[in-house]
């Protein structure tokens, strides 16, 4: 069935499908969309009038512009930090965040006018810091080959981070683009365990599928970087899974890799909590407990699998390879979080970071407080 026919909002002029009221008074909204292909998910079309996004003064990230064609995620990760921004369309950060999807669908066109300006000081941008910008939409859309286009020949700097295995898709546009231009490449993946994985992160390929990928950019001869995170307390992290992930990314010829604690900020946390207790009763109470009223773990449990992460990383020849780090990982209450992965943060860049490296830590057993 054409994709074009599934309209439950019509462009301006089209007919052949009944015209409904917009579920959302969005900005730029050109028609709301459904299809068979994507069960349970409205793709919401819009005209963005800007796609490059200024990253807050102050802010510790090693970037200073992002760029989100999407927002909302069909990846529906119950962990996803992301899901209050949801609440700023009048979405909810729950089920929404899932199944209500916005499109910028012009994101390389007005791209391309804003790299254009004079004042634009080409400065790295970061694609995949708020939604993934390869969550299964990308294969319909077909945003990121404008957007990385539009980049790379105006002589900006470009980072990718992503879950989705359709980023294999663009290597040969990517490896184009390498010789243009700094690109640095991450992948986020936290686990092995592939049941635990379509339980927390249902719309994503599974882990053997982003290991894959890890192998087939560092086959193409492009960086890729690892964010392991989060580590979920009393499921993903374990001296069994930690050893496993970390071998895993060793195996596949990961640049660098960052590992930190779930984050439960607000919007988040009520989500993630709710998936606790109906799938994990038995860890509702131990996990309220640990991360009390706020949004971190406590930072015993912190600085428990920070020297974990150290000994595990060291175990498999990571101890120097990491990326840019803000500050000591155990008074950060981010964790390792803090730090970004050699392989993502384009080499050449502003804010290019400098190896680093920790004495690793014995594994000890979980502190029994919590």
């Not at 500050?327 to 803090?338: Q, S, T, V, Y």
Request: aromatic share 8%; net charge neutral.
């Amino acid at each position: 069935m054409r994709w074009e026919a599934q309209a439950l909002v019509p462009a301006a002029g089209e007919t052949g499908a009944a015209a409904v009221p917009a579920l959302l008074p969005l900005a730029g909204l050109v028609r709301s969309v459904t299809t068979p292909e994507f069960a349970g998910i409205t793709f919401h079309e819009v005209t963005a009038k800007s796609v490059l996004n200024k990253v807050p003064a102050g802010s510790r990230m090693p970037f200073e512009w992002t760029i989100n064609p999407y927002r909302g995620c069909s990846h529906a990760c119950v962990y996803c930090f992301a899901r209050k921004s949801h609440m700023y369309l009048d979405f909810d950060a729950g089920l929404d965040f899932d199944s209500q999807v916005v499109v910028k669908v012009n994101a390389a066109e007005v791209l391309r006018k804003e790299l254009a300006k004079p004042s634009w000081s080409r400065q790295q941008v970061a694609l995949g810091t708020n939604t993934d910008p390869y969550q299964r939409a990308e294969g319909r859309y077909r945003l990121m080959p404008g957007i990385i286009n539009a980049l790379a020949e105006s002589g900006t700097p470009l980072s990718i981070l992503t879950k989705g295995t359709l980023l294999a898709r663009d290597i040969p546009l990517l490896k184009s683009a390498a010789a243009q231009v700094p690109v640095g490449l991450g992948i986020s993946l936290a686990m092995t365990d592939e049941e635990l994985s379509e339980a927390v992160e249902p719309g994503t390929p599974g882990p053997r599928a982003r290991l894959k990928l890890v192998s087939r950019l560092r086959e193409a001869g492009l960086p890729c970087g690892v964010m392991a995170m989060p580590i979920l307390p009393w499921l993903s992290d374990s001296d069994e899974a930690l050893d496993s992930l970390f071998a895993s990314l060793a195996a596949a010829g990961a640049t660098g890799v960052s590992a930190g604690a779930l984050y439960l900020k607000p919007g988040t946390r009520e989500w993630f909590m709710k998936w606790i207790a109906e799938h994990h009763p038995a860890l509702a109470g131990r996990y309220r407990r640990l991360y009390g009223s706020g949004s971190y773990a406590s930072k015993e449990y912190r600085s428990w699998l920070a020297g974990k992460v150290r000994y595990f990383k060291a175990r498999h020849g990571f101890t120097n390879s990491s990326g840019f780090s803000h500050r000591d990982l155990e008074d950060d209450p981010r964790g390792e979080e803090a730090e970004y992965p050699a392989g993502i943060i384009p080499q050449g860049s502003a804010g290019t970071p400098a190896a680093g490296g920790g004495s690793p830590a014995g594994p000890a057993g979980q502190p029994t407080l919590f």
